[in-house]
């Protein structure tokens, strides 16, 4: 059973353009959620998804940032006119139910 | 959610136990205690979590003081590979799940 799968696991955008990470869940997990670490800081929970619901976004930013989770294919979080600030590690877990999660390498996100 | 108290660091020799304390004074009765890890440029990995009885895992074991105030996560042998960042985290059966970091303690294995 493969991990938890993200790619891009680098990506570079200059200020203004739109990032797009995606995450493969583990075979059978239908719950996802992504978190954000600023360089120097600790993890942060942005949101959680169930297939084609979003059932917690209270660590999403207002603006700009957007989850989703489709009935087929991989999470996306996408960033819209990126800011230098977005730069940051994004790391995608995934669970089977309301139990441990199982985290993917991450992607690096640098704004330049 | 409760908090949570870890020590900044702790340092240990290879092949020796490692004890890493947390305090969660606060904690409900609903709330597991999870502990993640995280080593350098990977993402978190799950460690153990327990409730009221201490626990026990390949990787490692979790002792809960009985009052449940704080716990002890407990590596039995340090190896190299230990090295990185432990969470200690209080999961709350309302909180769909999602996992609040602190700093953590960053543990240092010496060979």
């Known amino acids: 059973n493969a991990g938890v799968m993200q790619n891009p696991r680098h990506l570079v955008r200059r200020r203004g353009q739109e990032a797009r990470l995606r995450c493969s869940p583990m075979k059978g997990h239908s719950h996802v959620y992504w978190y954000r670490q600023l360089p120097e800081e600790g993890l942060k929970f942005m949101v959680y998804l169930q297939k084609e619901n979003i059932i917690d976004e209270s660590g999403m930013p207002k603006e700009r940032f957007s989850a989703e989770f489709p009935k087929e294919g991989p999470s996306i979080l996408r960033i819209q006119q990126v800011v230098r600030g977005d730069s940051a590690a994004y790391f995608c877990a995934s669970s089977p139910a309301l139990n441990e999660q199982f985290f993917g390498p991450g992607t690096r996100l640098t704004v330049l | 959610d409760a908090k949570t108290t870890q020590p900044n660091s702790m340092e240990s020799n290879e092949e020796e136990p490692v004890h890493l304390p947390c305090n969660h004074s606060?904690?409900?009765?609903?709330?597991?205690i999870h502990w993640y890890r995280q080593l350098p440029s990977q993402g978190p990995e799950y460690v153990i979590h327990g409730l009221t009885s201490n626990v026990n895992n390949r990787m490692a074991s979790l002792a809960i003081a009985e009052d449940r105030k704080s716990s002890t996560l407990i590596l039995h042998r340090a190896t190299l590979r230990d090295a990185a960042v432990y969470y200690c985290i209080l999961r709350g059966a309302d909180s769909w799940g999602k996992l609040q970091f602190g700093a953590g303690t960053q543990v240092v294995v010496t060979p």
């Open positions: 606060t904690i409900s009765g609903t709330d597991y």
